[in-house]
């Protein structure tokens, strides 16, 4: 197996566990919205009559934010992970048309390095 290859590989094995990461975030998640609901049942318990309605109210604007802050922030995780994947692989256009050369490209030529060849890809040094 290649260099380049197992760079491949390794990049999508770590690319998967990020993605695993998430679904673990998102289990926490639920974990946490039974928290909050187990927290409003004992708040609507112990609080006075008068005070309960506003704490419900309170904790429920929490519950909402935090639960749309966490959305976003998986989303913009996960958005990240492939971006990042992309990029290291060569597939992010950008990078491609700026010249960039990709993990599998880099590796290829720390390989031709180690074997005194010449370098397969072409290194920008701009």
Known sequence: MSDSSRDIAALKKYTREAHETIQDLKSV???ARQVVI???KAAAVSVD???QPIL???INAIQEATLVAIAESEG????RFDQMAAVML???RKSVREG???LPQMAENIGALRRG???PHDIDAT
């Open 56 to 58: 419900i109210a309170q």
């Open 100 to 102: 960039r050369l990709s």
């Open 117 to 119: 060849e010449e370098l």
């Open 29 to 31: 998640v639920r974990e």
């Open 38 to 40: 187990e927290i409003q």
């Open 49 to 51: 009559e008068r005070l």
């Open 76 to 79: 913009r995780i996960e958005g």
């Open 90 to 92: 060569g597939e992010d």
